[in-house]
């Protein structure tokens, strides 16, 4: 990025803060990547669009594999489907406006090594050419993209640990709106709505340690650097 902009050889150091444990894989290391280049982006007033950035970021992201694509999606935030995959300059996304009261309650393990090299399964994204053409027109809506996304868990639970496959079955038992794993299938999740919370994580307590849950809202901003 700084070759691009002219300032090659150009050396500092960035520090970072993060709010959630480093095992939580849930695209962790492309949002650590994606906030670098935006800070030095931001810093150094670079006169480089933001879809560049966002190329930077997805080239690196695939070359070393921390990564499986999602640079785009992270960048737009929320709820993002991808009707044409590629670099985000290239690619197309949709966001999908979704109800203001939910929650995303993630359980993991703490100090479990992070492997997305060679990932299980993969559980993110959901590319619209997967879904049949005469029911594209109803991507926008949040109800038909949590339908599609338990139908699929459904079919991917055998691959599971048997741990992992234990707690999102509890799960799946409460009808949450949404539920899924992480890239390695160590961390598991789901989206429920506010006043669900609590039900959700007494089930994760039977699983993972307090220290490995974390209740968050939906980001509609997407990843960002503040000053």
Same mark, same amino acid.
């Given at each position: 990025m700084l070759r691009?902009?002219?300032?090659?050889?150009?050396?500092?150091?960035? #520090?970072?803060?993060?709010?959630?444990?480093?095992?939580?894989?849930?695209?962790?290391?492309?949002?650590? !990547? #994606?906030?670098?280049?935006?800070?030095?982006?931001?810093?150094?007033? !670079?006169?480089?669009?933001?879809?560049?950035?966002?190329?930077?970021?997805?080239?690196?992201?695939?070359?070393?594999?921390? *990564?499986?694509?999602?640079? *785009?999606? #992270?960048?737009?935030?929320?709820?993002?489907?991808?009707?044409?995959?590629?670099?985000?300059?290239?690619?197309?996304?949709?966001?999908?406006?979704?109800?203001?009261?939910?929650?995303?309650?993630?359980?993991?393990?703490?100090?479990?090594?992070?492997?997305?090299?060679n990932p299980p399964l993969i559980p993110l994204p959901i590319y619209a050419d997967s879904i049949p053409a005469n029911i594209t027109c109803r991507l926008n809506e949040f109800n038909f993209i949590a339908g599609i996304a338990r139908r699929l868990l459904h079919t991917r639970l055998c691959s599971l640990s048997l741990k992992s496959r234990s707690v999102l079955k509890r799960i799946m038992k409460m009808n949450p709106l949404m539920c899924g794993f992480d890239y390695d299938g160590k961390t598991v999740f789901a989206v429920v709505e506010r006043e669900r919370i609590r039900d959700v994580i007494e089930v994760f307590l039977d699983f993972f340690p307090c220290e490995g849950i974390i209740v968050s809202e939906i980001d509609p901003i997407g990843a960002r650097v503040y000053f």
């Open positions: 691009k902009a002219g300032l090659d050889g150009l050396k500092g150091d960035l #520090i970072f803060n993060f709010e959630i444990p480093l095992y939580s894989s849930l695209s962790l290391p492309v949002a650590t !990547l #994606i906030s670098a280049l935006a800070s030095i982006y931001s810093a150094l007033k !670079l006169s480089m669009s933001p879809a560049v950035l966002g190329d930077i970021a997805h080239e690196i992201e695939l070359k070393y594999k921390i *990564g499986l694509g999602v640079s *785009g999606i #992270i960048m737009n935030g929320g709820i993002t489907v991808v009707t044409e995959p590629g670099a985000p300059s290239m690619a197309k996304y949709l966001n999908i406006r979704y109800p203001e009261d939910l929650r995303i309650v993630v359980g993991g393990s703490p100090g479990k090594e992070i492997d997305i090299s």
